[in-house]
């Protein structure tokens, strides 16, 4: 069995056109089998809906008089980029606003434009003779523009891993807020009713596919950046006309100590061309799998903890070392199973025509890491001896050794050599004058640490966040095998 | 029923009578609570205490007099005009007072929140508030 966009089309028009959502489709093939369900269905509508921060949008305010040629601009205090003609802009979700960052951004001004409020448009120029205009200070609207075009270079993702984090402290990251020592896990995406997931080869999706985009109609230009479907990450690159979307689908959003992006409602139908087709999109939950990955090592390759499904992410638990840890979705899943429906309705009113891509997306696109010129380096290259004593020694000795080797950071551990505590001079100075004798009464036992494969990078920010000048240093027993202090980051 | 955070300062208690003194100016006046979380930290112990709208001055003066610290901790409040159903806030609840119902949308039942304010700065759309 094999069937046309044409022909769907047609049935589109004659209003005999039967379109069910990913969801259902799951239920269709389980109980008519894929041969029946190919004949029946003709097209399997997908959506997500979650935080997508490659997105952003090119908009055009018109001349003023005299004309202006842009060198900063800023919407509602958000600076956009303008390297493109006098009058373009292209404003992008994540930067956020000079005056409230972590609190307004892009993503913002493009929820607020789309939702029709006044946006404070303010300009300066270096002036030309053709543009002499210095100053520019005004507000207007979505219909005061000639084009806004939502413009997302990196949208959709196939697929996205689950987070956790094994380190001891709260993590604030684009996947939220992750607790410490592994206390709860996010994930995003939407699982079976993801779009790329119920068309992994890229059959029906490429260049100049319709979709539903932000409420509106847009289109596919392309494949997104970071493209890689031979790992089943597979992105999109999307356009559409903002004018005609809704801030229903259109979010603003901002991760605490993270920063802004914004929420982007995308679903795209799959024509049901043959067989092949009707199987990718009875997918489920339990087939689409991801990586559970420790956010707690910031490095780019972080570990892989375990594979897990869709079905287990969307139970509310992951389990994880014979632990249940508490689980939950960033991206909304009653809004994808909306876009979804909202998609279906459209097409069955009539209102939505499919149409081929003038060419599908690649399936052979590698993604290459950053190249780096200068070299990486890490903790363990730059370490020195830590200068140690034993928990029973003397306060006094724990001075001398300060004055022998004039460290400022006594590193304290049990005779098998594992880090109980540090003590540093001013400690010592502050015994003196509090008149304690005890070695215990004065040593500080919650110690930040590093790791001999931890990146300088990563050292130093931990001296920073934490206000301190050295880090013992520990291998995964927390036996001491070093030290690093500021100094040797300099 | 309201939540406040009691905090009983180190110095405050040396043993178990001191303790024991703390209760009790708080039961005779026969009220009942909830103590939602009993916590011992470097600067003391802290309480979490659910206690009932109209005994809350009693309660207060019984702790200030004996120097316990008061903090009117409120539940959280959901913006719901705001919240996009994403689930940031999901797995950060300890009581599960948030959590998604069968259609994927945000529920929260008040009277489990205690007050932990973990969810608080996890919300993207800054739709969770401290009372
Ligand atoms: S404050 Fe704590 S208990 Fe209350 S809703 Fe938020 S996370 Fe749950
Ligand atoms: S994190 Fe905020 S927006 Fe998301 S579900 Fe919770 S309250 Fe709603």
Same mark, same amino acid.
């Given at each position: ?174 996947? $939220?807020?992750?607790? =410490?020592?592994? @206390?709860?896990?996010? !994930?995003? +995406?939407? #699982?079976?009713?993801? %779009?790329?997931? /119920? ?52 979010? $603003?959003?901002?991760? =605490?100590?993270? @920063?802004?992006?914004? !929420?982007? +409602?995308? #679903?795209?139908?799959? %024509?049901?061309? /043959? ?216 | ?131």
């Amino acid at each position: 069995m094999t069937k046309t966009y044409a022909e769907i089309n047609e049935k589109i028009k004659n209003g005999n056109v039967v379109v069910v959502t990913a969801e259902e489709m799951i239920k269709i093939v389980e109980e008519k089998g894929i041969t029946v369900a190919a004949e029946e269905v003709d097209i399997v509508t997908t959506g997500t809906f979650g935080p997508m921060c490659s997105s952003g949008a090119f908009l055009n305010f018109g001349h003023a008089d005299p004309p202006i040629k842009y060198e900063h601009l800023w919407l509602n205090e958000v600076h956009a980029y303008h390297g493109n003609a006098a009058a373009d802009c292209y404003i992008g979700c994540t930067r956020m606003a000079d005056v409230r960052p972590f609190e307004y951004g892009g993503g913002h001004v493009i929820e607020d434009l789309v939702a029709g409020k006044p946006i404070r448009i303010r300009g300066n120029s270096y002036t030309t003779d053709c543009y002499p205009l210095a100053e520019v200070d005004t507000e207007l609207t979505i219909k005061d523009l000639n084009q806004a075009i939502l413009c997302n270079p990196r949208n959709a993702y196939q697929r996205y891993v689950c987070a956790v984090n094994s380190s001891d402290r709260t993590l604030y990251t684009y996947m $939220g807020k992750l607790l =410490p020592r592994f @206390g709860n896990a996010h !994930f995003a +995406g939407a #699982g079976a009713l993801n %779009p790329l997931t /119920n068309d992994p080869d890229y059959e029906t999706i490429g260049i100049g596919t319709r979709i539903f985009l932000g409420g509106g109609i847009g289109y596919i230009m392309g494949e997104g950046t970071q493209h890689s479907p031979k790992s089943r990450f597979g992105t999109l690159f999307l356009k559409g006309d903002l004018k005609q979307m809704t801030s229903e689908y259109l979010k $603003g959003v901002t991760y =605490p100590k993270y @920063g802004t992006s914004m !929420f982007v +409602g995308v #679903g795209i139908p799959i %024509p049901i061309l /043959n067989e092949g087709l009707a199987k990718k999109t009875a997918i489920s939950d339990n087939e689409v799998l991801t990586d559970v990955v420790d956010y707690g090592i910031p490095r780019r390759d972080r570990p892989i903890l375990r594979q897990v499904s869709y079905k287990e992410l969307k139970s509310g638990f992951v389990e994880l070392n014979g632990k249940f840890i508490k689980c939950s979705s960033l991206s909304s899943i009653f809004y994808a199973r909306k876009i979804a429906e909202t998609l279906k309705k459209w097409i069955k009113n009539g209102e939505f025509l499919l149409n081929p891509p003038a060419e599908t997306l690649s399936t052979e696109t590698i993604c290459k890491p950053l190249k780096q010129i200068s070299e990486l380096k890490f903790v363990k290259d730059l370490k020195k001896k830590a200068i140690i004593c034993y928990d029973d020694c003397d306060i006094k000795i724990v001075a001398e050794k300060i004055i022998q080797n004039n460290m400022n950071h006594i590193v304290i551990t049990n005779r098998a050599k594992i880090l109980l505590g540090i003590v540093t001079s001013f400690d010592i100075t502050k015994a003196l004058a509090q008149n304690k004798t005890e070695l215990k009464e004065i040593i500080t036992k919650r110690v930040v640490t590093a790791s001999d494969n931890d990146p300088i990078e990563i050292a130093a920010r931990k001296m920073r966040n934490n206000n301190i000048s050295a880090l013992p240093v520990i291998d995964d027993n927390k036996k001491v095998v070093g030290i690093i202090t500021s100094e040797e980051l300099m | 029923m309201t939540v406040i955070n009691v905090t009983l300062p180190l110095e405050l208690i040396k043993d178990i009578n001191d303790y024991s003194k703390i209760i009790n100016d708080i039961l005779k006046h026969d009220i009942s609570f909830n103590v939602l979380k009993f916590s011992i930290i470097s600067s003391g112990v802290t309480l979490l205490l659910d206690v009932p709208d109209d005994k809350i001055e009693i309660i207060t003066e019984a702790l200030e007099e004996n120097n316990a610290i008061i903090n009117k901790k409120g539940r959280v409040k959901i913006d719901f005009e705001n919240c996009i159903d994403c689930g940031a806030c999901v797995a950060l609840c300890p009581t599960d007072a948030l959590y998604m119902n069968s259609e994927n949308r945000l529920e929260y039942t008040e009277e489990r929140c205690m007050a932990c304010l973990l969810c608080v700065d996890s919300c993207p759309r800054s739709a969770i508030k401290e009372e």
